[in-house]
């Protein structure tokens, strides 16, 4: 009603006001003139109103808040209205701008691939993740069919059976992907696809870790209780038979507890409760005790020499002794007798470096890339010989990853390996960081 006043009213004054100027005009000089002046009033004014809606309509052709023109009299009213619904529309265009570029960049980082299909299954769009876990290229694909795009009888049968409920789990490119397609609006629907194959790796790790963790503990388990079987059935064992059980049992129990220990010192080195606690290490110090354990565990049946030309670290030194001394000790226990086996310890361009030389009987290169998994062992016969728990290498590792080094491995079988601890000069002052810089175990 407010609005209706606020038009009529204006209007039905400016034509009495028409009608008054007229009057007066036909009361002083005559009718003839006060209906000519009268009409040319009402003319005048029809231009004015037809030049009005001429740029109206021009206006309404290229919108933009602002080119809108001034108005008279309601003119002045309707183009003020339509300066605040235009401005409101633009704010509310870059608002939506605003929001789909936050929405795509939040699809783009998402580690799920997300595509966008409508209900005949052409592509409008989809982020990197679906473009790597698909072979997809949005500014290419982009309205395509999907089933032409991906083209997979298990993924095509389930789009045609449209059995949405339920993921499906697919071998496709070298990954398993987990797919899901979700209806959305009427006309449109989601494909969301995960990669599970480094969950699934992980998975079979941990099942083989079981697995080689229970024959590993089974076997010294096995011989102390058949030791203590005998003794229990048989009391009157002679001394000499005893003593041999009792050092069978003696052995494998040690061996039980060093993989024990192991395992123990794998937890603690990737649980996030134990964040790396960078100290001072005296490198000459650490690599003298490693020396000295090497020369006792070889018994003199090899050559081993050590060079120190290089810097001290920041870093853990129970860690670090550890990774180094498991490298050491593997050199000893994998070379034969007279080898020999050179410690070094130096400055280098990047940073610094830690190299155990043997002459050993080498690795061949097909084993080299799996050295650092658990229990994966090149030689079993000869591993149990060597009484190893198939943990050392997977130690070094995560020592490794803690202390932001990397780890190179040169060999050839029959002529010896060469083990080599990277340092970054940057990771020499800052260490602790998450680590992925085990980037490659070269095969030379």
Wanted: proline residues 4%; contains cysteine; aromatic residues 8%.
């Amino acid at each position: 009603m407010n609005r209706q006043l606020l038009f009529w009213v204006p209007a039905t004054l400016r034509l009495s006001l028409v009608l008054l100027v007229s009057g007066l005009f036909w009361l002083v000089l005559g009718p003839v003139i006060g209906l000519l002046i009268g009409l040319a009033v009402m003319i005048s004014m029809v231009v004015v109103q037809l030049h009005y809606l001429y740029q109206l309509a021009d206006w309404l052709d290229h919108p933009d808040s602002a080119k809108l023109p001034d108005g008279w009299g309601a003119w002045t009213d309707i183009f003020s209205r339509l300066y605040r619904l235009r401005r409101d529309d633009e704010k509310n265009r870059t608002e939506l701008t605003e929001w789909l570029a936050r929405f795509r960049q939040a699809m783009n980082l998402l580690p799920d691939g997300v595509v966008i299909m409508d209900d005949v299954l052409f592509l409008e769009w989809c982020n990197p993740a679906a473009e790597r876990h698909l072979g997809l290229q949005n500014d290419r694909d982009t309205g395509m069919r999907v089933t032409n795009l991906i083209r997979n009888p298990d993924f095509i049968d389930y789009i045609i059976l449209g059995r949405y409920e339920q993921p499906l789990t697919l071998s496709f490119r070298e990954r398993k992907l987990i797919m899901q397609i979700i209806p959305f609006e009427n006309r449109r629907q989601i494909l969301v696809t995960h990669d599970a194959t480094e969950s699934e790796r992980i998975e079979m790790m941990r099942r083989d870790f079981i697995a080689n963790a229970s024959h590993e503990l089974r076997t010294p388990l096995t011989v102390i209780n058949g030791f203590l079987e005998i003794a229990h059935t048989q009391p009157q064992l002679d001394s000499h038979t005893r003593m041999a059980h009792l050092k069978l049992m003696t052995e494998q129990g040690r061996r039980m507890q060093n993989l024990v220990e192991d395992m123990l010192t794998l937890t603690r080195l990737e649980s996030i409760d134990y964040p790396l606690r960078p100290e001072h290490v005296d490198i000459a110090s650490l690599l003298d005790q490693i020396l000295r354990e090497a020369r006792a565990l070889s018994a003199g049946k090899h050559t081993i020499s050590l060079q120190v030309d290089g810097p001290d670290i920041d870093g853990s030194f129970d860690e670090l002794r550890s990774a180094f001394g498991n490298l050491v000790s593997n050199a000893v226990r994998y070379t034969p007798e007279h080898g020999s086996i050179k410690l070094s310890w130096e400055r280098t361009n990047a940073g610094s470096q830690f190299a155990v030389q043997d002459t050993g009987i080498g690795i061949r290169a097909d084993h080299i890339s799996r050295l650092t998994e658990r229990f994966y062992r090149v030689d079993k016969s000869r591993s149990r010989e060597t009484q190893g728990t198939g943990l050392g290498l997977a130690i070094v590792k995560h020592v490794l990853l803690r202390h932001g080094a990397s780890l190179a491995i040169s060999s050839q079988p029959g002529q010896g390996s060469t083990f080599t601890v990277r340092f970054p000069s940057v990771a020499s002052q800052k260490t602790g960081s998450s680590g992925k810089s085990l980037a490659s175990i070269e095969a030379h």
